[in-house]
């Protein structure tokens, strides 16, 4: 059974392990991580095997007398006084290295600049050389540096996703950078990684890696106004969203109101693949509830639950859905 449950944890079915490396930047920590775990192996190997030997060899029992007491033996105090340090050395060496290659600055002049800014608690992303304001789904092209820059519109978050970059800190009135070129198309899991205040482990995002061509699409789609709006439920929905304190905090672009920008840009809504910041998928249903119970949901979210009815709800959903 253990063998099967260690089987488990590598067989890549866990979206947030940073075991499985899809960047640069991850796959140098995985290396890294990788040297310290066979120089623990090493040391764990050697220990146990001086110890077995010691417990059988010195076994106490009918006709044996205890082992001859020594003290003070130079080479064996020397020995296993330099020894570890040594060890030390070696993790040291390739551990200081990474961090300054991955602390640095990137020099690829090519690179996609995003502009991640944590909030409570959700994540907002913006590309200024594209006119994409977005949030909890970043959109980025395999093979191209992406270049981070971090800050937080409150107090301190962690941008975390564990298979191409982070953990690095958002903090309030300054800026960090951090920098990844990831290697392989999906979807790629992360989340908040510092605690701040009550729905922080609900503070989930994407990052979707695509192909070239697929991101173009998606970024000409996301840089221009929310689609016309042409089914009658959805048409009711969007009468609901701005006659509610809706468009209060969420802008949608292309919409006769100019909305508050406190909450998520919900200009192309529908196209996400979650609501609430990475905790559910975007379907119907979820989005009802998201609407009808985000307190339940979402316990600490600065989302209002707003009193409108089954039908008004319903509607609601339909507009968000129909945000392409
Ligand atoms: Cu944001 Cu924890």
Do not use: W
């Given at each position: 059974m253990w063998g099967a449950v260690v089987l488990q944890g590598c067989n890549?079915?866990?979206?947030?392990?940073?075991?499985?490396?899809?960047?640069d930047f991850a796959t140098r920590l995985d290396d890294l991580f990788d040297q310290i775990f066979w120089w623990a192996v090493g040391v764990f190997v050697v220990v146990e095997a001086v110890l077995l030997y010691t417990i059988i060899r010195f076994r106490a029992g009918p006709g044996k007398r205890r082992p001859k007491e020594i003290h003070g033996n130079v080479a064996l105090e020397i020995g296993w006084t330099l020894a570890p340090a040594l060890i030390l050395v070696a993790i040291a060496i390739p551990t200081v290295q990474t961090i300054f290659i991955v602390d640095r600055p990137t020099d690829d002049e090519n690179a996609l600049v995003i502009e991640v800014i944590g909030r409570q608690w959700w994540w907002e992303f913006r590309y200024p050389e594209l006119g994409i304001v977005t949030a909890n789904e970043a959109h980025v092209p395999v093979g191209r540096t992406v270049d981070l820059r971090l800050r937080s519109a409150d107090v301190l978050h962690s941008f975390w996703v564990p298979r191409l970059g982070g953990k690095r800190d958002l903090v309030p009135g300054h800026e960090n950078h951090l920098w990844f070129r990831p290697d392989s198309v999906g979807v790629f899991w992360g989340q908040c990684a510092?605690?701040?205040?009550?729905a922080h482990a609900l503070m989930g995002m994407r990052v979707i890696v695509d192909e070239p061509a697929d991101f173009d699409a998606w970024a000409e789609l996301n840089a221009g106004d929310a689609v016309p709006i042409t089914d009658p439920e959805a048409r009711a929905g969007r009468g609901v969203f701005m006659a509610n304190a809706c468009i209060g905090c969420h802008v949608v672009r292309g919409s006769p109101v100019v909305g508050g920008?406190?909450?998520?840009?919900?200009?192309?809504?529908?196209?996400?693949?979650?609501?609430g910041a990475g905790i559910l998928d975007n379907t119907r249903e979820n989005l009802i509830r998201w609407l009808d119970a985000t307190q339940h949901v979402?316990?600490?979210?600065?989302?209002p639950e707003v009193d409108l009815t089954d039908e008004q709800i319903a509607q609601l959903a339909a507009y968000l859905l129909a945000l392409r």
């Open positions: 890549g079915e866990y979206p947030q392990s940073a075991l499985h490396p899809s960047s510092e605690y701040c205040g009550t920008n406190f909450g998520p840009d919900l200009t192309h809504f529908g196209g996400r693949l979650t609501v979402k316990p600490g979210s600065l989302m």
